[in-house]
């Protein structure tokens, strides 16, 4: 029997990016045109925002877990959130979610693991980049990380929440971002996560001067996994 996913979306881009992952790949593992089902809830990002701003990841958690009823309601047997700054409120989630969810860096940090890197660059919203969702998950399988500058944070920060989650993939951000991972090769990264699920839209693998390790579609491609019954290490 094939597992119901539930979404829980957050920002609009980096949702449809994973539900669109899930759909299309579906045909590898179940054959043309197939992929699981899939019931998908969104609050706006300004009600997460107005909690994410002032640290309030209990309230974030609130967000999440109504949705996740949701889709339970719905016939989703599992969730996942294609959102890793709001993977700050995970531990409030997991204690009351009525369904059981994946984490974003965690399979990030599997896949880090199983392609034998050892120093990871983050990058994401100033919220993700200065959080322990990255660094916890990676010390877990012995990966250290690296972030940009303070004031690159920022501008990174900026990129995102003022282009990316509506849609502006703009030359001038490619370039900067470029930059950045450039700088943190420099610094001994042998590879980047791409932390914020918008960020793959703007960046690709062809564009990058590291491996990109891009954290949307490696939950959705653990999501597919879980739902046809393949386990991953």
């Known amino acids: 029997m094939v597992k119901h996913i539930g979404i829980v979306g957050c920002s609009a881009e980096g949702a ?10 579906g045909a590898n593992l179940m054959g043309r045109h197939a992929h699981p089902e899939i019931t998908m809830h969104t609050y706006p990002l300004s009600e997460y925002m107005q909690y994410i701003e002032i640290g309030d990841w209990e309230n974030v958690a609130n967000l999440m877990l109504s949705s996740a009823e949701k889709v339970a309601k719905a016939g989703a047997d599992f969730a996942i959130c294609p ?13 009351k979610s009525s369904i059981p969810w994946l984490h974003i860096a965690e399979e990030v940090a599997k896949e880090a693991k199983r392609q034998n890197y050892r120093s990871l660059g983050i990058l994401g919203t100033r919220f993700l980049m200065e959080s322990p969702v990255y660094p ?5 399988v012995g ?14 920060n900026n990129i995102i929440f003022d282009e990316l989650v509506y849609g502006r993939f703009t ?7 470029q930059g950045i991972i450039e700088e943190l090769k420099n610094q001994g990264c042998d590879a ?8 793959p839209l703007l960046i690709t693998q062809k564009d990058s001067p590291l491996p990109t390790l891009d954290s949307t579609r490696l939950l959705a491609r653990a999501a597919l996994k879980k739902a046809v019954g393949i386990a991953t290490l």
């Open 16 to 25: 449809a990016l994973c539900y669109r992952t899930i759909a299309i790949e």
């Open 83 to 95: 959102d890793n700054t709001i993977h700050q409120a995970f531990d409030f989630v997991i204690k």
């Open 136 to 140: 916890e998950k990676l010390s877990d």
């Open 143 to 156: 990966i250290e990380c690296k972030l940009p500058k303070p004031n690159e944070r920022e501008r990174i």
């Open 171 to 177: 030359q001038e951000a490619l370039i900067y971002f």
């Open 192 to 199: 980047v996560v791409l932390g914020c699920t918008e960020i």
